[in-house]
T-cell receptor, first 116, second 115 residues
Framework: GAGVSQSPSNKVTEKGKDVELRCDPI?????LYWYRQRLGQGLEFLIY????????KSGLPSDRFSAERTGESVSTLTIQRTQQEDSAVYLC??????????????FGSGTRLTVV | AQSVTQLDSQVPVFEEAPVELRCNYS??????LFWYVQYPNQGLQLLLK??????LVESINGFEAEFNKSQTSFHLRKPSVHISDTAEYFC?????????????FGSGTRLQVQP
């Protein structure tokens, strides 16, 4: 596609429920990142995928968070047993291999998650 | 680890006035530096970046930023702002020495341009 697509754009869920957030990167972009943006704060790195390499999960805040990516395509971020503190905008970004710093990452518009 | 500090959470300014958005960073290794902009209801877009070479970098819409290594700063400036510049601006860094290139962001500065 022309850009990074994220769905849903908004998600309201009850505390304790599981949610899945989806990211479709730009075709050919092997690098994919998930970030979290809490209200009034900067973006926090969550997880990084690069091609078929093992993902860098060092930013995941707890074991309730997990992410998968099929090859170099769609990625899903799953949050289990959601808590109110998980409320945030979840952003996905992709870039060509090894070129994010040159061309910049392309961000999606994000999924706004509200846990009630 | 790296950290980025944007001291001003909000900057109100009148149209056609100059503006400076401050960014300071901390890192034990060399970094690349970026400014991203987020317009209302849109995703983040790369505004400009410093990779190497000239310490003054410019964007196509009149913004510029200067890398100051001694002060570990990368302040963003524009000599005359427009209403359309109203947005949130994020400063970010990434390490030069790893392949991951994950960005570390500041908390953002909301630029509010008033007529």
């Amino acid at each position: 596609g022309a850009g990074v697509s994220q769905s849903p754009s908004n998600k309201v869920t009850e505390k304790g429920k599981d949610v899945e957030l989806r990211c479709d990167p730009i075709s050919g972009h092997t690098a994919l990142y998930w970030y979290r943006q809490r209200l009034g704060q900067g973006l926090e790195f969550l997880i990084y995928f690069q091609g078929n390499s093992a993902p860098d999960k060092s930013g995941l805040p707890s074991d309730r968070f997990s992410a998968e990516r099929t090859g170099e395509s769609v990625s899903t971020l799953t949050i289990q047993r959601t808590q109110q503190e998980d409320s945030a905008v979840y952003l996905c970004a992709s870039s060509p291999p090894g070129q994010g710093e040159i061309y910049g990452y392309t961000f999606g518009s994000g999924t706004r998650l509200t846990v009630v | 680890a790296q950290s980025v500090t944007q001291l001003d959470s909000q900057v109100p300014v009148f149209e056609e006035a100059p503006v400076e958005l401050r960014c300071n960073y901390s890192s034990s290794v060399s970094v690349y530096l970026f400014w991203y902009v987020q317009y209302p209801n849109q995703g983040l877009q790369l505004l400009l970046k410093y990779l190497s070479g000239s310490t003054l970098v410019e964007s196509i819409n009149g913004f510029e930023a200067e890398f100051n290594k001694s002060q570990t700063s990368f302040h963003l400036r524009k000599p005359s702002v427009h209403i359309s510049d109203t947005a949130e601006y994020f400063c970010a860094v990434s390490r030069k020495d790893t392949g991951r290139r994950a960005l570390t962001f500041g908390s953002g500065t909301r630029l509010q341009v008033q007529p």
